[in-house]
């Protein structure tokens, strides 16, 4: 149930400002791929843009083509709230529900849905998509305690439980791990790596050794400057980036000679 | 720049003048703080001795010939019977209303929509009692008349209609829109300090917007929706202006679309100019029956606010 | 390890989903124009006017237009189109009194607004007068007595609140470190924000009727009321000013060895005054309209009165409520009305000023080192 994306000729504004300029990009189903680049380069406004979530921020909005499997985002009449169901994020600081149990916030996003899961397929839920997220040995014990009570990765874990309770066809993460401590970054690395048998994931990361852990193939964003817009400069399979990459900016950034 | 300024001042004064300056500027505030026990104290301390001599007086002295309790409690139920319509109605709408502006309005205007509701808070009392005596009570009448003859099974709205509007519903409708805009101030502040970060999950999962709001605003607001009922609750309690200028008073009934029933507050301002000796005593001891009211809803109000605080803090 | 995963409730949502099951965009608008017809239908049935016939037309439109979404594209988007139709309405329905209020002042107001309600009082205004006057310009009598009485009460209570509710804020802020006495303080300032307005002047009748005998009612009664419903305004508001004082600037000006009272009076008042005065200008605009307590605590007068501690005193909202309730003609009490409306345009104009200039303040004033 992974899906392609294909980017055409895809701006994003903020107001009149032009935040990102003209990408074109083509996403693998069951693979992951990592936006890497300097701070305001805009790849998580682009990354916000691939489920129009960028829409929650007061004056933004994009022009071009996103095509998930052919079909696209922003064709006339699609509502955003079907796109939001089919492609699933992860934000940058974890986000659980603070008046839910852990197992509430689970199914927060199923409820939508279908209202009236028995809750016996509720219970094999939360357990499968728990396991899935490498949480459910930590919390099987603790089910109806709050969310807020577990530590920064584990409630990470919980938020991409909760957002593959809900069997998206894509996931994007902006930045997962950069809240966290090494060991529940090697933690949400390792679940990184076996959700891509079952989905695309599309990661924001401002590590590169992250990104080269973790990633099939690797976008490079930059901007040339505060007031110009951020562009996509390379995009290739992951070791080429960093080991033989085509633009001279891409081996300046990722040799640690900029940025 | 005030800094450097004052900075030079102490190198040039006699330090003891600026120490006894510190002691008698915390003291002056810390009096300052005190007086206001001693203000409250003096209200209860002053409302109770000058109500004493209508809980000392024999029972067919006071009005109504039977005694304190039974002259009070029609009121207080009266009181109670005005601001629970206007809950009622002030309620839903105040919440939506402040949906609306931290929601659902156009960012451009959300911001003057604010202003307006602030505006409504603005207007004085005694306007808001001319204008539903003049205005709101004569356009409730058709609607009175046709829930008399078509609901008049129903005791509240047992007919026949006033004629002149000038019933307990209209005062209550009044009273509605002067609560309205603390409900709506205090929900929209809250609102809007929803955790965005809350908010873009409920939506990145899928959800309406409805549904975001129910998944993430609502619960987060929940105890400041409350407090801000309870201390609207407590203002409808004690306004005055909109029930003596707009209820037409009487004894109590249970129909509200007819003249009748009469509010502490009101009872107390139509009568208070003309009273003198127990008569005086009697509306000063309803007043402190009124304080007490109020106080309680108050208190219930403040402690709600008060539990929650360290909850939503910890999140 | 991969993710087991159990059968999804719904299937996932196939490629040409994402547009399927749409409702058309002229959706909308022709409910509207259904409902009003439908409206105007039932309204006609019982006898055609425009406040049932809108009412009507919104309540097919809200039950309608929900059902029909919710047919087409899930009981999802029904009820989130019922709540953004219910907001909309909400909203609407708590605009219409502000409008209405706001006319009603206007229209009845305007043709009264003479030099002799500006410049005369009511003193030897009889129901006769009242009986000859036949259009707007004859009527004789005004509310200069009253607009003297707001001025000077409103000024009594400004100056015995201000300085008690700063001071008060001051040592919340400053000086109680969260200890106990400032939690209590805190706690009863809410107490009295509480406090009904009648009963705050049932306080001042209470104390001054103890101390120079009953009925003693004069304009320094009213002040001390209403400076008991102003003190906690104040309190609230400059104790929210002094705490978006960054403590950097404290330990700056404590740093140079400056006293506290001083950097309490040279570095935080100045940092915070802007807020502070807009903050007072608010809780002006809001006494100023109060009306319970003048009425137990000021008596009426009809004549000019400048001085609060002797003699009684009519303010603007007590002069509107006696027009209304008692017209100087009872026979004939359109007079009486002109004036009162044209009294309550005065006061309004006076409180939205205040208000203005309250935000013209905080936003001319505010400091710019405030935002960090």
Not at chain 1, 39 to 58: A, D
Not at chain 2, 33 to 42: E, P, Q, T
Not at chain 2, 192 to 217: C, D, N, Y
Not at chain 3, 155 to 181: C, D, K, Q, R
Request: with cysteine; glycine share 8%.
């Amino acid at each position: 149930m992974s899906k392609r994306i294909d980017v055409e000729d895809l701006n994003v504004y903020y107001g009149d400002f032009l935040a990102v300029e003209d990408v074109n990009i083509n996403i693998e189903a069951r693979s992951v791929t990592a936006f890497i680049g300097p701070s305001g380069c805009g790849k998580s406004t682009f990354l916000r843009t691939l489920n129009r979530m960028h829409e929650v921020i007061p004056g933004a909005y994009a022009k071009g083509k996103v095509l998930l499997d052919g079909d696209d985002l922003y064709g006339k009449g699609v509502d955003p709230v079907t796109v939001r169901s089919m492609i699933g994020m992860v934000f940058q600081r974890p986000n659980p529900f603070p008046t839910m149990s852990i197992r509430d916030n689970v199914l927060a996003g199923v409820k939508l849905n279908n209202k009236r899961i028995s809750s016996k397929a509720a219970d094999e839920l939360v357990e499968s998509s728990l396991r899935g997220a490498n949480l459910w040995n930590e919390v099987k014990d603790r089910l109806n305690k709050p969310g807020s009570g577990l530590s920064g990765g584990q409630q990470q874990r919980l938020c991409i439980a909760r957002a593959i309770a809900v069997k998206p066809n894509v996931i994007l993460m902006d930045e997962p791990c950069s809240a966290l401590d090494p060991i529940s970054t090697l933690a949400i690395e390792d679940l990184i790596n076996e959700l891509k048998t079952d989905y695309t994931v599309v990661i924001v990361t401002h590590n590169m050794q992250q990104a080269s852990r973790v990633s099939d193939r690797t976008a490079f964003f930059n901007i040339e400057g505060t007031g110009k817009p951020g562009k996509l400069i390379e995009y290739a399979p992951t070791t080429e980036i960093f080991n033989n990459p085509q633009k001279k900016e891409t081996e300046d950034y990722v040799s640690g000679r900029f940025g | 720049m005030s800094t450097t300024a004052s900075a030079q001042k102490p190198g040039t004064k006699n330090s003891a003048a600026g120490r006894a300056g510190d002691s008698i500027f915390s003291g002056l505030s810390l009096a300052a703080g005190i007086l206001i026990f001693a203000v409250l104290a003096a209200v209860a301390l002053f409302l109770l001795l000058q109500a004493l001599p209508t809980f000392a007086a024999p029972a067919d002295e006071i009005t109504g010939g039977e005694g304190f309790f039974s002259y009070i409690w029609p009121l207080v139920l009266g009181t109670l019977i005005a601001a629970i319509i206007a809950l009622l109605i002030a309620t839903p709408i105040g919440i939506l209303v402040a949906l609306y502006i931290s929601h659902y309005a156009p960012a451009r205007i959300s911001k003057s929509v604010g202003y307006v509701i602030d505006l409504l808070a603005a207007i004085p009392s005694v306007i808001y009692g001319a204008w539903g005596a003049t205005v709101l009570a004569p356009a409730l009448v058709p609607f009175y008349n046709w829930l008399a003859e078509n609901l008049g099974f129903i005791p509240i709205f047992a007919g026949p209609a006033s004629q002149t509007g000038k019933t307990m519903m209209t005062a209550g409708v009044v009273l509605a829109i002067m609560i309205l805009p603390i409900i709506t101030s205090m929900s929209r502040e809250i609102f809007t300090q929803t955790p965005k970060l809350h908010e873009e999950a409920a939506l990145a999962l899928g959800a309406t917007r409805w549904e975001m709001i129910r998944m993430s605003v609502l619960p987060f607001a929940r105890p400041g929706i409350i407090s801000s009922v309870m201390l609207a609750l407590g203002r409808a309690l004690g306004e005055t202006m909109a029930v003596a200028l707009v209820l037409s008073s009487g004894p109590m009934i249970a129909s509200l679309i007819k003249s009748g029933n009469q509010t502490i507050a009101a009872e107390i301002a139509l009568n208070f100019p003309e009273a003198y000796g127990l008569r005086l005593s009697e509306l000063i001891a309803a007043g402190l029956v009124l304080f007490l009211i109020t106080l309680v809803v108050n208190m219930i109000a403040r402690a709600i606010i008060a539990r929650y605080k360290e909850f939503s803090g910890a999140n | 390890m991969s993710t087991t995963t159990t059968k999804p409730g719904t299937s996932p949502v196939r490629e040409s989903r994402l547009t399927r099951g749409q409702r058309p965009k002229w959706l909308i608008p022709v409910i509207g124009v259904g409902a009003i017809v439908v409206g105007a239908a039932i309204s006609a049935l019982i006898g055609f006017n425009i406040a049932t016939w809108a009412i009507f037309a919104a309540l097919v439109f809200l039950i309608v237009g929900p059902l029909l979404i919710g047919a087409i594209e899930g009981s999802r988007a029904g009820s989130d189109s019922l709540m953004t139709f219910l907001v909309y309405t909400a909203f609407i329905l708590a605009v219409i009194p502000l409008i209405s209020v706001i006319y009603t002042v206007l229209a009845n107001g305007i043709p009264g607004l003479t030099s002799n309600l500006l410049l005369t009082s009511m003193n030897g205004v009889t129901g006769a007068q009242d009986n000859f006057a036949e259009a707007p310009g004859d009527v004789v009598g005004g509310a200069y007595h009253a607009i003297v009485g707001t001025v000077s009460i409103t000024f009594w209570a400004t100056l015995m609140s201000v300085p008690i509710g700063l001071l008060t804020a001051i040592y919340l802020v400053e000086y109680s470190n969260n200890g106990w006495l400032g939690k209590a303080i805190t706690f009863f300032v809410d107490v009295m924000t509480g406090v009904p307005s009648i009963v705050a002047g049932l306080f001042a009748a209470a104390l001054f009727g103890m101390i120079f005998g009953p009925s003693t009612r004069t304009g320094f009664v009213a002040a001390v009321a209403l400076t008991v419903l102003m003190i906690p305004t104040v309190v609230k508001n400059t104790e929210e000013m002094l705490r978006i004082v960054p403590n950097e600037l404290r330990e700056a000006s404590y740093a140079l060895g400056v006293r506290k009272w001083r950097t309490i009076l040279k570095v935080v008042i100045p940092t915070a005054i802007s807020g502070i005065a807009s903050g007072v200008t608010l809780a002006i605009a809001r006494v100023i309209g109060e009306t319970a307590p003048l009425l137990v605590t000021a008596g009426f007068a009809t004549a000019i009165n400048w001085n609060s501690f002797s003699g009684w005193m009519t303010t603007l909202p007590t002069y509107i409520y006696y027009q209304i309730m008692t017209p100087t003609s009872p026979t004939n009490p359109d007079p009486s009305l002109q004036r009162a409306w044209a009294a309550a345009l005065i006061l309004i104009a006076i409180v939205m000023l205040l208000n203005l200039l309250a935000r013209l303040i905080a936003k001319a004033f505010a400091p710019k080192t405030a935002g960090r």
